[in-house]
């Protein structure tokens, strides 16, 4: 569901910027930093970049670009 949302001009200048370095939409960089914040109150104990490792990893995996872990030592 769309929905319109008015923002403070600075932001969206700030955002727009990041948007070009990140090579993302202004949208689409505006919801990346919602769902950062978002996961970040949910989880205040985590560092950033664990949370930002977090989604690239979950986003290989959905991309089949992991291979599964195979132990290659006995268990004791």
């Known amino acids: 569901m769309a929905v319109s949302v008015r ?3 600075e932001f969206v200048s700030i955002a727009r910027v990041h ?3 990140e090579s993302r939409s202004l949208p689409k ?3 990346y930093w919602a ?3 978002q996961i970040m109150i949910d989880n205040p ?3 950033y970049e ?3 490792e977090s ?5 290989e ?3 089949g670009l992991s291979k599964p872990y195979v132990r290659r030592t006995k268990k004791d």
Do not use: S, T
């Not at 989604?55 to 986003?59: C, F, P």
């Open 7 to 9: 923002l403070n001009n």
């Open 19 to 21: 948007a070009e370095a």
């Open 29 to 31: 960089q505006i919801e």
């Open 35 to 37: 769902k950062i914040g």
């Open 45 to 47: 104990d985590l560092p």
């Open 50 to 52: 664990f949370v930002r």
């Open 55 to 59: 989604l690239l990893a979950a986003e």
């Open 61 to 63: 995996v959905k991309q």
